[in-house]
């Protein structure tokens, strides 16, 4: 009986342990933005395929600064390229970043539609099309649930 006891006392810390987290774990994205961000990247890709370039390869490190630039511009409340240098001095840093770029917009409610007004843009398709290997991408809602994205590309 008391081993009996014992095993379920332990089963219940694992249990415990397994699926609790402190409330500061905040999740970088919700899935909704994820997919989104997933879906920006299969456009970048599938577009640059068909231009004959390489596709990118998703950077976990430019990902986070991208939500953290999206989140940064949502605070202020404007699009905008501020804290570019120190963006490519961090990935300079952590993945030897050699040049680097960055796509900013506001307001797009889809995937689609910000790639459209992307690719629609002389600069904003240089940078996708680009001399890059690597991507990361923010698509971060505010309160309202608008989107602030955030491209940065590196080789």
Not at 11 to 40: H, K, Q, R, W, Y
Not at 74 to 82: F, L, M, N, V
Not at 126 to 132: P, R, T, V
Request: net charge negative; proline share 2%.
């Amino acid at each position: 009986m008391k081993t009996t006891l014992v095993n379920y006392c332990l089963a219940f810390m694992v249990l415990f342990g397994t699926f609790s987290c402190s409330e500061d774990e905040a999740p970088l994205e919700t899935p909704n933005e994820t997919s989104v961000a997933d879906e920006i990247l299969r456009l970048v890709n599938e577009h640059r395929q068909g231009q004959g370039l390489p596709v990118l390869e998703k950077s976990s490190t430019a990902d986070q600064l991208a939500i953290e630039h999206s989140r940064y511009m949502i605070a202020q409340g404007e699009i905008s390229h501020d804290n570019r240098d120190a963006k490519f001095d961090e990935l300079k840093d952590k993945e030897n970043a050699r040049g680097f770029g960055e796509n900013v917009a506001f307001g797009q409610s889809s995937a689609q539609s910000v790639m459209t007004a992307w690719l629609n843009s002389s600069g904003h398709r240089a940078n996708i099309e680009g001399n890059y290997t690597h991507i990361g991408i923010g698509a971060v809602t505010d309160e309202n649930g608008r989107y602030y994205y955030t491209q940065i590309f590196y080789r």
